[in-house]
């Protein structure tokens, strides 16, 4: 009669109690992103920009060939962390101080580094934030990707003790002077308007002004698994229907990067020519999404820029939100001081158009 051992060769994941302030972790495992990745990408979001949709509308603005999404970059990057940093988490939070530095190209092969910046233990002791900063690099160790991200971690054992705490200060935004790393100086006459979908430039936008994006995209359960796969994101809450059954929410969660690629497609109605995410200066996840829900989005023109040196491009920053069953014509987002019901994603983020 054989006994039953537990090996120690596979892993749980880290949990709260596991980290410390200024750790430093190089995440597995490299991935080379390809053709393939851009077509599945493109087949579960449905983005329209001409830029990354078609080689020859690239090389005739300066680009060697169309590069890769940039949330597509943001995605890959992101799912390397996530099994030494949020295998375990009960939530994604947050993000700040995210730059785009370097245009991905297929064939361009990624890795992440993560170093942890700030912790901070929940009253309720089950659970603390960590906060952590994300290098996305290369395969000539040139940074392509620089973001910071917060996580609600669950505790291996409430008693434990936890390291030094610290909350790090985070910028409310991303300086518009240093935008543009990742965008060539573009061929102007080249950008044809009609191709790209929107007559709109930089200069047509105002501050203050507000876009219902008008169309609805319902998330399907197999799309967002596919999609979260792609970026090889093995978070246990997007996947583990028989766990998640008895877990907060009774289902599995969609995960929030899937929210923000939707809410960036749908902008095209509306932002057409904004081909570039340059920075995310900030973003909550307000509410979670299910398969089944329907989401809009709506934006805001926050700011408007000029980058020193680019007779090319301008910057928008923009603040769009995302609902869920909820069209936007009436601009969906507090009651009071408590965000609508509806609204799943608060996003301010930098955007490049032509000048």
Request: overall charge neutral; some cysteine.
């Amino acid at each position: 009669m054989s006994t039953a051992r537990k090996s120690g060769m596979a892993s749980e994941g880290n949990f709260f109690e596991d980290f410390r302030l200024n750790q430093e972790i190089r995440h597995a495992t490299p991935r080379t992103i390809t053709q393939g990745d851009v077509a599945v990408y493109s087949g579960l979001f449905g983005p329209r920009f001409a830029v990354q949709s078609a080689e020859t509308f690239a090389r005739a603005i300066g680009y060697p060939r169309a590069p890769v999404d940039d949330l597509l970059v943001f995605h890959v990057v992101f799912g390397k962390t996530v099994p030494d940093i949020s295998l375990n988490a009960v939530a994604n939070l947050g993000y700040a101080e995210c730059r785009f530095l370097k245009a991905v190209y297929p064939g361009d092969t990624l890795h992440a580094v993560s170093e942890v910046i700030g912790l901070k233990e929940n009253s309720n002791r089950r659970t603390g934030i960590v906060y952590v900063r994300s290098r996305g690099f290369n395969q000539d160790a040139d940074v392509v990707l620089d973001y910071v991200r917060w996580v609600m971690v669950r505790k291996r054992d409430e008693a434990a003790p936890t390291s030094d705490e610290k909350a790090p200060q985070l910028s409310k935004s991303v300086d518009a002077a240093s935008l543009g790393s990742a965008c060539p100086t573009l061929k102007v006459s080249g950008y044809d308007t009609t191709l790209a979908g929107s007559p709109h430039k930089f200069g047509d936008y105002a501050v203050g002004e507000k876009i219902d994006h008008i169309d609805g995209i319902t998330v399907e359960e197999a799309e967002h698994q596919i999609a979260t796969r792609l970026y090889q994101n093995p978070a246990r809450i997007h996947f583990n229907a028989f766990a998640e059954s008895k877990g907060r929410f009774g289902r599995r969660l969609i995960y929030g990067g899937h929210v923000i690629s939707l809410a960036r497609a749908l902008t095209f109605n509306g932002f057409g020519n904004a081909f570039h995410v340059a920075a995310i200066n900030g973003g909550r996840h307000v509410n979670p999404l299910f398969a089944g829900c329907t989401v809009f989005a709506w934006s805001e023109v926050l700011a408007r820029s000029e980058i020193p040196g680019r007779a090319d491009v301008g910057a928008l920053r923009l603040r769009t939100i995302a609902t869920k069953d909820r069209p936007c014509a009436d601009f969906p987002l507090k009651d009071g001081d408590e965000y609508d019901p509806a609204v799943i994603l608060d996003l301010d983020y930098w955007v490049l158009m032509p000048r």
